[in-house]
C-alpha cells in the first residue's frame, strides 16, 4: 500500500507541492487529476523515489522510496528508453536489475510480451519504434517485476486505441492481483472504465477524493429544449429528470427535441480541479 503524508516541495517561487496527502490500498486505482502544472509529476518523482521532498514522507507497503525500489514500478511521463537496444533487452535489463530468477523472468516477459502486444516488436530496436509501441515498452519495463505500488504517469498519453486498450486492460488485471496504483491522465473516461477512485489535485494538495458516484452527487447535469423555431433553452440542474418534466408541462410550444444530462467526471473537474487563474 502506498501512504502520503503532507508531502511539500517547492521550486523557487512555485510551490509544486503544498500539503498533498493520499493513501491507496492494496487492489485499488486512484485516478490523480488535476490541470497542467498542479503537481501530479513532482508527487510521481518523489513517491518514486527520484526528488526528495522539503516536507512529509511517503511509505510504499512500510518504508520509505528508496529501500522500496523492487516494490514500486513507475512509467515515467515522457518516454525514456534505450534507443539501441531492443524490447526485449529492455525486460531483460528491467527484469534483472529487480533481481528475477531466470525462469520467472521468462514467464513475466511472455505474459507483457502478449497482454501489451508487443510480440511482433520484441526483436526491434526501440528508437525506430512508433510512440504507441514505446509507450507500451515502457509499460512492460514498469510491470516487469511484479511491483505491489505502480506509479502511472499519463501512460497513454498520445497513444491509439489498441495502446490505449492493452494498458487499461493490464492494469486492471494488476489491480485485481493485489497492486496499489496511482493513474495520472488528461482522459477522464479512462478512470471510469479502470471503475478508478479519483483524486483531484489543485494547486500542489488534493481537493477532493473519492469514487465517481461521490464525487459526481450534488453537481448541476442540464437540461437542454429545441423548439421547432430552433429556438434552445438550456437549464442547469440537480435533478434533470424532473425539470424537464416541469418544462415539458409548463409549455405551449412545440418542441422538437430535448437532451438530458447528467452531471459527469467532467463536470467534476471543471468545478473543482481549474484553478481561477487557470
Ligand atoms: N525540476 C523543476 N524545476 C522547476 N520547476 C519545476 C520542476 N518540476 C516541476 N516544476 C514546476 O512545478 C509545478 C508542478 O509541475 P508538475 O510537472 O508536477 O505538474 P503536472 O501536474 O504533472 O503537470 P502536467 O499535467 O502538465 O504534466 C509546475 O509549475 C512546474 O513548472
Same mark, same amino acid.
Given at each position: 500500500? /502506498? ?15 503544498? !500539503? ?10 486512484? $485516478? ?6 498542479? &503537481?501530479? =509529476? ?6 518514486? !523515489? +527520484? ?21 514500486? $514500478? ?5 518516454? &525514456? ?15 534483472? +536489475? *529487480? !533481481? /528475477? ?11 507483457? %510480451?502478449?497482454?501489451?502486444?508487443? =510480440? ?8 525506430? /519504434?512508433? $510512440? ?8 512492460? @519495463? ?13 501512460? @497513454? ?5 489498441? @495502446? ?19 493513474? =495520472? ?10 471503475? %478508478?477512485?479519483?483524486? #483531484? ?16 452527487? &450534488? ?13 434552445? /433553452?438550456? #437549464?442547469?440542474?440537480?435533478?434533470? =429528470? *424532473? ?10 410550444? %412545440? ?24
Amino acid at each position: 500500500m /502506498l501512504d502520503v503524508h503532507d508531502l511539500s516541495k517547492r521550486y523557487g517561487a512555485v510551490n509544486a507541492l503544498d !500539503g498533498f496527502n493520499l493513501q491507496v490500498a492494496s487492489g485499488e486505482i486512484v $485516478g490523480l487529476v488535476g490541470h497542467n502544472g498542479a &503537481g501530479k =509529476t513532482t508527487f510521481v518523482e518523489i513517491a518514486s !523515489g +527520484l526528488v526528495r521532498a522539503d516536507r512529509g514522507y511517503v511509505t510504499v507497503n512500510g518504508r520509505v522510496p528508496a529501500d522500496a525500489r523492487g516494490d514500486i $514500478g513507475v512509467t515515467p511521463q515522457h518516454i &525514456g528508453l534505450y534507443p539501441s537496444i531492443t524490447v526485449r533487452e529492455h525486460l531483460l535489463l528491467f527484469g534483472r +536489475l *529487480a !533481481g /528475477l530468477r531466470r525462469a520467472a523472468l521468462a514467464a513475466s516477459i511472455e505474459e507483457l %510480451a502478449v497482454a501489451l502486444r508487443l =510480440t511482433e516488436i520484441m526483436d526491434r530496436r526501440t528508437g525506430v /519504434l512508433s $510512440g504507441g509501441q514505446q509507450r507500451r515498452t515502457q509499460a512492460a @519495463t514498469a510491470l516487469i517485476h511484479k511491483p505491489s505500488v505502480l506509479l502511472l504517469d499519463e501512460p @497513454t498519453a498520445g497513444a491509439d486505441l489498441e @495502446t490505449r486498450q492493452a494498458m487499461l486492460d493490464v492494469v486492471k488485471q494488476r489491480a485485481g492481483e493485489g497492486a496499489a496504483i496511482v493513474y =495520472t491522465t488528461h482522459y477522464l473516461p479512462e478512470l471510469t472504465e479502470l471503475h %478508478a477512485t479519483i483524486a #483531484v489535485i489543485r494547486d500542489g494538495r488534493i481537493v477532493a477524493r473519492g469514487n465517481y458516484d461521490e464525487l459526481v452527487q &450534488g453537481l448541476p447535469g442540464e437540461v437542454r429544449v429545441i423548439f421547432e423555431d430552433e429556438e434552445d /433553452l438550456r #437549464v442547469s440542474t440537480t435533478e434533470p =429528470t *424532473a425539470t424537464l418534466i416541469g418544462l415539458l408541462s409548463s409549455t405551449d410550444r %412545440a418542441i422538437s427535441a430535448v437532451e438530458l444530462r447528467n452531471a459527469s467526471l467532467d463536470d467534476v473537474y471543471r468545478s473543482l480541479a481549474v484553478n481561477d487563474a487557470s
